[in-house]
């Protein structure tokens, strides 16, 4: 198996310097104007510029680094492919292009980085992902892990990393945190968090390439980094859900629930985990999932739980946000009263939460059942009718045949 150092560039050894190209994600004003994520007045552009410029100011303070910024002005349009070239002219080994997360519910939290799918690029973006990870985790921030993504056409899905690839450059994208929400709030919407983030980025990149600093007085050349294979073949994405079981879920009648998830993904990590008491309409926030001993399973207290009764399911999500809901436990007396079950209204609720996952399985299974029940009655209801119409009909047929023989025996009598 090969093996190199993520460090290890791929050209400008020979002039001593690796060369690494910044470039704030998004941008352009007027028509063709990409913002980015935009969410209560912060927009991704402005932002990423700021994070792009703190990060090259910082990483240019190391020796035998040459950094450039592919463009310093938000309202810059420039494709992709630009960006690309861009580096390539700038004789770039790595292309970064900085970003800032949102998701559609505002649910999401966390860092991650994508890199490419493919042999040694796949190798030195995964050292510098997990380093720049390890910095924003030494920030407080949640961990979304360092991914790949192939789109149609069995090629990188990112365009900024299909380009970079396309011209020789490991090119990635760091997605630093989710400007919408709460959760990540202390690391975004103040000038001095972009920044920060700008200079978290630098000292990932310095140790992850074994840089060293005489200005900031920083060595890491010996900084030891993870050890990457080269992939032999194209690393895929996860594209199926995780499997989620509620394995245990009780109350001792004082308004605590008690409960405990087993959740695992063989393609990749679980990430968060929510709680739902009515059966799925709605859920709590997502929780971090923090396996610490490896067993696949969350056990949570939930305090001060003030209804009695509640129809409990739990979400889990994994590192491509794609999630799985588990069966539904009617938990009764919480508070120590009991409430009359509604089995229909239970079912009901348990068939929207499985519409929200799995649905074209589920649904078949539900069609499938239904059509052999309807079958069963029927062959049921055609058997009680033979049953109870065969005497009625061997009656009727004997009758019928004795006057046919009548007939013919009359009409012989008369011939003769
Ligand atoms: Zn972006």
Same mark, same amino acid.
């Given at each position: 198996?090969?093996?190199?150092?993520?460090?290890?560039?791929? +050209?400008? *050894?020979?002039?001593?310097?690796i060369?690494?190209?910044?470039?704030?994600?998004?941008?352009?004003?007027?028509?063709?104007a990409?913002?980015?994520?935009?969410? @209560?007045? &912060?927009?991704?552009?402005?932002?990423? $510029?700021? /994070?792009?410029?703190?990060?090259?100011?910082?990483?240019?303070?190391?020796? @035998?680094?040459?950094? !450039?910024? $592919?463009?310093?002005?938000?309202?810059?349009?420039?494709?992709?492919?630009?960006?690309?070239?861009?580096?390539?002219? *700038? %004789?770039?080994?790595?292309?970064?292009?900085?970003?800032?997360?949102?998701?559609?519910?505002? #649910?999401? =939290?966390?860092?991650?980085?994508?890199?490419?799918?493919? %042999?040694?690029?796949y190798?030195?973006?995964?050292g510098?992902?997990?380093?720049?990870?390890?910095?924003?985790?030494?920030m407080? #921030? !949640?961990?979304?892990?360092?991914? $790949?993504?192939? %789109?149609?056409?069995?090629?990188?899905?990112?365009?900024?990393?299909?380009?970079?690839?396309?011209?020789?450059? /490991?090119?990635?994208?760091?997605?630093?945190?989710?400007?919408?929400?709460?959760r990540?709030?202390?690391?975004?919407? @103040?000038?001095?968090?972009?920044? +920060?983030?700008?200079?978290?980025?630098?000292?990932?990149?310095?140790?992850?390439?074994?840089?060293?600093?005489?200005?900031? %007085?920083?060595?890491?050349t010996?900084?030891?980094?993870?050890?990457?294979?080269?992939?032999?073949? +194209?690393? =895929?994405?996860?594209?199926?859900?995780?499997?989620?079981i509620?394995?245990?879920?009780?109350?001792?009648?004082?308004? &605590?629930?008690?409960?405990? &998830?087993?959740?695992?993904d063989?393609?990749?990590?679980?990430?968060?985990?929510? =709680?739902?008491?009515?059966?799925?309409?709605? !859920?709590?926030?997502?929780?971090?999932?923090?396996?610490?001993?490896?067993?696949?399973?969350?056990?949570?207290?939930? *305090?001060?739980?003030?209804?009695?009764?509640?129809?409990?399911?739990?979400?889990?999500?994994? @590192?491509?946000?794609l999630?799985?809901?588990?069966? *539904?436990?009617?938990?009764?007396?919480?508070?120590?009263?009991?409430?009359?079950?509604?089995?229909?209204?239970?079912?009901?609720? $348990?068939?929207?939460?499985?519409?929200?996952?799995?649905?074209?399985?589920?649904?078949?299974?539900?069609?499938?059942?239904r059509?052999?029940?309807?079958?069963?009655?029927?062959? #049921?209801? &055609?058997?009680?009718?033979?049953?109870?119409?065969?005497?009625?009909?061997?009656?009727? #047929?004997?009758?019928? !045949?004795?006057?046919?023989?009548?007939?013919?025996?009359?009409?012989?009598?008369?011939?003769?």
């Amino acid at each position: 198996m090969n093996r190199k150092r993520s460090g290890e560039s791929n +050209r400008n *050894m020979s002039e001593g310097n690796i060369v690494i190209v910044i470039d704030p994600g998004h941008g352009g004003l007027g028509g063709g104007a990409d913002d980015g994520a935009s969410y @209560n007045g &912060i927009t991704e552009r402005y932002i990423n $510029t700021a /994070t792009a410029k703190a990060m090259c100011e910082e990483l240019s303070k190391y020796d @035998n680094v040459k950094v !450039y910024l $592919t463009r310093d002005n938000p309202n810059q349009a420039m494709t992709l492919k630009q960006r690309a070239e861009f580096a390539s002219d *700038m %004789g770039a080994d790595y292309l970064i292009s900085i970003h800032y997360n949102a998701s559609e519910e505002h #649910l999401i =939290y966390g860092s991650e980085v994508w890199i490419p799918s493919i %042999g040694e690029y796949y190798a030195q973006g995964y050292g510098i992902g997990k380093a720049v990870l390890d910095e924003f985790q030494d920030m407080g #921030l !949640y961990l979304k892990g360092v991914k $790949t993504r192939v %789109g149609d056409g069995n090629d990188e899905y990112y365009g900024i990393i299909r380009e970079s690839e396309k011209l020789n450059i /490991t090119g990635m994208i760091i997605e630093h945190c989710y400007i919408d929400n709460g959760r990540d709030y202390a690391y975004y919407g @103040n000038d001095d968090a972009y920044v +920060r983030f700008g200079k978290a980025d630098a000292t990932g990149v310095a140790k992850a390439l074994g840089l060293k600093s005489t200005e900031l %007085g920083k060595d890491y050349t010996m900084y030891k980094g993870i050890d990457i294979a080269i992939p032999d073949s +194209r690393v =895929y994405q996860d594209e199926t859900p995780p499997e989620v079981i509620l394995k245990k879920c009780s109350s001792n009648g004082n308004g &605590i629930v008690e409960i405990v &998830i087993h959740a695992q993904d063989s393609e990749s990590e679980i990430s968060h985990y929510a =709680y739902s008491f009515d059966g799925g309409n709605t !859920y709590s926030e997502l929780f971090e999932w923090h396996d610490r001993d490896g067993d696949n399973e969350e056990s949570i207290t939930i *305090m001060n739980v003030r209804q009695n009764r509640a129809d409990v399911v739990v979400r889990a999500y994994n @590192n491509y946000n794609l999630y799985s809901t588990s069966e *539904m436990v009617v938990l009764n007396g919480i508070n120590g009263v009991f409430e009359e079950e509604n089995i229909s209204e239970s079912v009901e609720s $348990t068939l929207t939460v499985d519409q929200q996952n799995n649905v074209i399985s589920n649904e078949k299974v539900r069609y499938d059942n239904r059509r052999t029940a309807m079958v069963i009655v029927i062959l #049921l209801f &055609i058997i009680i009718l033979t049953l109870f119409f065969k005497s009625a009909i061997a009656a009727s #047929l004997k009758k019928w !045949y004795h006057s046919i023989k009548d007939i013919i025996l009359k009409n012989g009598k008369d011939e003769k």
